[in-house]
């Protein structure tokens, strides 16, 4: 039975200051390492075959400390780079709500057609990450694959392994450095677990 694993990257400087980050490409802080370093040994005995990650430094960072303990070289795809939050990368959110009010609103109250200026929304982040997803777990039809990526980006794809409105994507919370776990055949999903950082 195949299962696929859903890995936020550790923390950062700007997850601690509230700051959006998007495509900005902010490096894992000590604590982010050391998360990076637990979720490594939590997966110790897991038969990973694979390991994908995005191309951001965060994740990529977070993906190539699981891949050092289980011997195994994480592939890199832009395609689960986190959503851009365009004018609003590196900005904190309580300047953006005081700026973007209503914008602010929309985003949060209807994320997957509400689009940032310069940015991206919910449905054109599904458009990218879903299709390369379901590609790669195609080469996996009976083995354990691990995807390292961002808040966004796993929250669209919980939604919609799980036939989810991409609306309710800010109802799903995802820690830094989480686990979420899916069986999957083809092209079918069950949640086994999900955000789990007590590990």
Same mark, same amino acid.
């Given at each position: 039975?195949?299962?696929?694993?859903?890995?936020?990257?550790?923390?950062?400087?700007? @997850?601690?200051? #509230?700051? %959006?980050?998007?495509?900005?490409?902010?490096?894992? @802080?000590?604590?982010?390492? +050391?998360?990076? +370093?637990?979720?490594?040994? %939590?997966?110790?005995?897991?038969?990973?075959?694979?390991?994908?990650?995005?191309? #951001?430094?965060? &994740?990529?960072?977070?993906? *190539? =400390?699981?891949?050092? &303990?289980?011997?195994?070289?994480?592939?890199?795809?832009?395609? !689960?780079? +986190?959503?851009?939050?365009?004018?609003?990368? @590196?900005?904190?959110?309580? @300047?953006?709500?005081?700026?973007?009010?209503?914008?602010?609103?929309?985003?949060? &109250?209807?994320?997957?057609?509400?689009?940032?200026? *310069?940015?991206?929304?919910?449905?054109?982040?599904?458009?990218?990450?879903?299709? *390369?997803?379901?590609?790669?777990?195609?080469?996996?039809? +009976?083995?354990?694959? &691990? %995807?390292?990526?961002?808040? /966004?980006?796993?929250?669209? #794809? =919980?939604?919609?392994?799980?036939? !989810?409105? !991409?609306?309710?994507?800010?109802? #799903?919370?995802?820690?830094?450095?989480?686990?979420?776990? %899916?069986?999957?055949? /083809?092209?079918?999903?069950?949640?086994?677990?999900?955000? !789990?950082?007590?590990?």
């Amino acid at each position: 039975m195949a299962k696929l694993y859903l890995i936020r990257h550790g923390e950062t400087d700007y @997850n601690n200051a #509230l700051r %959006f980050q998007g495509q900005t490409d902010i490096p894992l @802080n000590q604590k982010g390492i +050391e998360q990076a +370093e637990k979720v490594a040994r %939590f997966l110790k005995d897991v038969p990973l075959q694979a390991i994908y990650t995005s191309s #951001l430094q965060r &994740a990529r960072t977070t993906a *190539e =400390i699981i891949g050092r &303990a289980k011997g195994l070289e994480p592939q890199t795809t832009d395609a !689960l780079r +986190e959503m851009s939050f365009g004018i609003w990368e @590196n900005m904190n959110s309580k @300047n953006i709500q005081k700026k973007y009010a209503k914008e602010w609103k929309d985003f949060f &109250a209807s994320p997957a057609k509400t689009k940032i200026p *310069e940015g991206e929304s919910m449905s054109e982040v599904q458009q990218r990450a879903y299709p *390369e997803v379901q590609r790669i777990l195609d080469q996996y039809p +009976e083995g354990d694959v &691990a %995807f390292v990526a961002h808040g /966004g980006i796993i929250r669209v #794809l =919980i939604c919609t392994m799980l036939g !989810l409105d !991409l609306n309710r994507s800010w109802h #799903l919370h995802v820690g830094n450095a989480s686990i979420t776990c %899916f069986y999957y055949w /083809g092209r079918s999903y069950t949640l086994d677990y999900s955000n !789990l950082t007590q590990y």
